[in-house]
């Protein structure tokens, strides 16, 4: 009786209009464009770098010394940009990461509802700041002030310009981990409270265990954030490729040579214009490569408090 009533309501359901068939067509074709896209630039982008590598062996582009791929004599030496890019972004997360997951411990355990969504929405405001303003308030303001505590510290210099990176992708690791926190079912708190914990205790021993892919996605995705800076490293950091892990010392990150080089004169399929590709491809794979480690990362530890 109930599979005859359903074959036959099936048998009647109307089918789709001319307008849904059209809105369809239009949402696959706009999302195969997206997917299109990313595909022709990863296809410009290796084809290129596959062509600098004809020219330039794998072997001296991981070990060489040095960057100088404009001078008469060029080496091509990726190890240079990837100190720089580095200590960049070690600085930047050293200052990041303390401050914002207290942050959104705070926001998601203590503050009161209505101060948190006020915080949390100053937070995305402070995500919207240009980050060429950043790389000028840490030359003209920060820069001096630090080069009257550090003796030897140069004008351009990785400190100055990590610090406030720092603050620059502060958001992005508070208000993910913070929502990831707030997404903890509350009879786990409660059942702490239960056994006696402090709400010290149940922050530490149960929410963040119980949020931690969220709190590791945070963090990556400030990295990947960190890595791929452009105006704060090209405006304060330098644009000098050296292979120095002293944060006194003027270096380049990859994307600020990548700014150097482009605003250039190198001429299209040149090997200074292509060694700018092979920049461009090391630094996509960089970042899949922490996306991809912070996948399993999750994975690995929600199976574990699942």
Do not use: C
């Amino acid at each position: 009786m109930n599979t005859s009533t359903s074959t036959t309501w099936a048998s009647k359901k109307p089918g789709r209009s001319p307008g849904e068939r059209l809105v369809e067509a239009i949402l696959f074709a706009t999302s195969l464009v997206s997917v299109l896209t990313t595909a022709a630039v990863i296809v410009v982008l290796f084809s290129e770098t596959f062509q600098f590598f004809l020219r330039v062996p794998l072997t001296e582009f991981l070990f060489a010394p040095e960057w100088t791929p404009l001078f008469a004599e060029p080496r091509y030496g990726i190890g240079a940009l990837l100190a720089g890019t580095f200590l960049f972004t070690a600085i930047g997360l050293v200052i990041a990461i303390p401050l914002g997951l207290l942050t959104a411990a705070y926001l998601a355990e203590y503050a009161p509802h209505e101060q948190s969504i006020r915080v949390k929405g100053i937070m995305e405001l402070l995500e919207g700041v240009p980050t060429v303003v950043f790389g000028y308030f840490a030359l003209l303001f920060l820069t001096p002030i630090l080069q009257n505590l550090i003796p030897g510290l140069n004008l351009f210099n990785p400190i100055s310009a990590g610090l406030v990176l720092g603050f620059a992708i502060l958001p992005y690791i508070s208000n993910v981990a913070s929502d990831a926190m707030m997404a903890v079912p509350r009879s786990l708190r409660e059942a702490a409270y239960a056994l006696g914990a402090t709400k010290f205790e149940v922050v530490t021993k149960v929410v963040f265990p119980a949020a931690v892919s969220g709190i590791v996605a945070a963090i990556i995705l400030a990295t990947s954030r960190a890595v791929g800076e452009t105006m704060i490293a090209a405006i304060a950091a330098g644009q000098r490729p050296i292979l120095t892990l002293d944060p006194r010392e003027t270096i380049a990150t990859m994307t600020s040579y990548i700014v150097q080089a482009a605003t250039g004169d190198q001429p299209a399929g040149s090997l200074a214009s292509r060694a700018l590709f092979s920049v461009g491809a090391t630094l996509f794979l960089l970042t899949l490569g922490f996306n991809i480690l912070a996948q399993r990362i999750v994975e690995r530890y929600r199976e574990r408090y699942e």
